[in-house]
């Protein structure tokens, strides 16, 4: 099979795409780099061009509760889950979440971050705020 060059992406999550209430893929629509055309924002999805290591990063911003998974075609890799109590919420207490993790890929292997929890995540992006989706080949 033939192999595509290697990809490198970062992508981040567009504002009025803030405070999702869907389950499932969590589409990062401005995209900031996407050398090798691996990644899409249309679906959310990266899909693998070369076998490889691949690092895959992922930031949210949250206020209040967020919960996602990187997953590999179909399988969980890694999870957040990250909550404010009440009681610590205050005006501009928005944090950061953050998980990673290097993957061995195959050639169309997918990866993605998807949404799970009660159907509410406090995920979100502003001018000054961002949740990004950031993955590249390591070799």
């Not at 996407?34 to 959310?44: C, L, Q, R």
């Not at 690092?55 to 969980?76: A, C, D, P, R, W």
């Not at 957040?80 to 195959?106: E, G, R």
Request: hydrophobic letters at 35%; proline letters at 4%; glycine letters at 10%.
């Amino acid at each position: 099979m033939a192999q595509g060059r290697p990809a490198a992406f970062t992508a981040k999550l567009n504002v009025h795409d803030s405070y999702p209430k869907h389950s499932g893929v969590l589409k990062f629509g401005k995209v900031e780099l996407n050398e090798g055309k691996g990644y899409s924002p249309e679906t959310g999805i990266f899909t693998c061009p070369t076998d490889g290591l691949y690092l895959f990063m992922v930031h949210i911003t949250v206020y209040g509760e967020g919960q996602s998974v990187l997953v590999k075609n179909g399988e969980n890799v890694a999870s957040l889950h990250h909550t404010n109590q009440p009681d610590q919420l205050s005006y501009n207490s928005s944090q950061v979440a953050t998980m990673s993790s290097v993957i061995k890929l195959a050639r169309k292997d997918e990866v993605w971050v998807n949404l799970w929890g009660q159907g509410r995540n406090d995920i979100f992006a502003t001018e000054d705020n961002d949740t990004i989706f950031t993955g590249f080949y390591l070799r």
